[in-house]
């Protein structure tokens, strides 16, 4: 019994100190992804993106959904076909985390770290727009079979096509970055207005139905910003990767703005 107890307690101090340097590294992580302020390239980087994410984020469909005065066939639209982009959103970072593997580089290890753990948080995304969409009268079969038109596609074929193609901070700055930093603009109004829609007979609302927009409204709002912070390391000292980040994040506002127009035609017939 003796030697038992001498044995645990010569294991004991290797436990603690695994924990200690488990707790370190933790520390070390989070101090990694600590947002530090602007230098000159990227507050103009920043700068110049402003106008485009604001297109999105203020586009006259989101206006009309947070007044409440969105029609419900355009609604279902909305939701349905913005499906994929929702549902492929964390395959578009799993490729960026596979680019992840130039550990010596600046800006690689932390990138690979944060990529790691939000794949799982797009994960259940995914489920609670499921809710949203299944609560304003759409089907789970409806949504896994459906083809968008090709104006509101071509955002998810170049999402795709920058996270095959392009180096780890474009496709950094083209999802988590552009179509993140849009989405949280816009969330935070619409959800301010989507209570609007709960009296409607066709509509079952719950916390389940609103949990995406509220994820995205409240829980997501560091993801645009710690984006940026990776693509300031990943960038910081190669020009030409500035150049093609700042490109791929414009393309991605484009594309949603694209979208976004292609969608609201539906509301516009409405109002025929």
């Given at each position: 019994?003796n ?14 100190g ?7 590294a ?41 007044a409440?005065?969105?029609?419900l066939?355009?609604f ?16 578009y ?18 990138a ?18 499921q ?20 104006a ?22 083209a ?29 079952q ?8 927009l509220?994820?995205h409204?409240?829980?997501d ?8 912070e ?22 991605g ?20």
């Amino acid at each position: 019994m003796n030697s038992l107890n001498n044995s645990i307690d010569s294991i004991t101090p290797t436990i603690n100190g695994s924990q200690a340097k488990d707790s370190q590294a933790k520390k070390a992580y989070t101090h990694e992804l600590e947002i530090t302020p602007h230098n000159e390239w990227s507050q103009a980087f920043w700068d110049q993106l402003l106008p485009a994410k604001n297109r999105v984020s203020q586009h006259p469909l989101f206006q009309d959904l947070a007044a409440g005065r969105l029609s419900l066939a355009c609604f279902k639209h909305a939701l349905l076909n913005f499906y994929p982009l929702v549902a492929h959103f964390p395959s578009y970072m799993a490729m960026s985390l596979a680019k992840a593997t130039a550990f010596q580089l600046p800006g690689v290890t932390e990138a690979r770290n944060w990529l790691i753990q939000n794949i799982k948080v797009e994960e259940r995304h995914l489920y609670w727009y499921q809710d949203w969409a299944l609560g304003f009268g759409l089907t789970v079969d409806e949504l896994d079979h459906v083809c968008p038109p090709a104006a509101m596609n071509a955002v998810n074929h170049y999402l795709w096509s920058v996270a095959y193609r392009g180096t780890l901070a474009e496709t950094i700055a083209a999802t988590n970055l552009a179509i993140e930093w849009a989405t949280g603009d816009w969330t935070i109004q619409v959800y301010k207005g989507i209570e609007a829609y709960a009296k409607h007979p066709e509509i079952q609302m719950s916390s389940k139905t609103v949990a995406w927009l509220r994820a995205h409204a409240h829980y997501d709002d560091l993801h645009p910003y710690e984006a940026m912070e990776l693509i300031k390391r990943l960038c910081n000292h190669d020009v030409m990767m500035q150049q093609k980040a700042l490109q791929a994040a414009q393309q991605g506002l484009a594309y949603y703005e694209l979208a976004l127009n292609e969608c609201y035609k539906v509301q516009k017939l409405s109002k025929a």
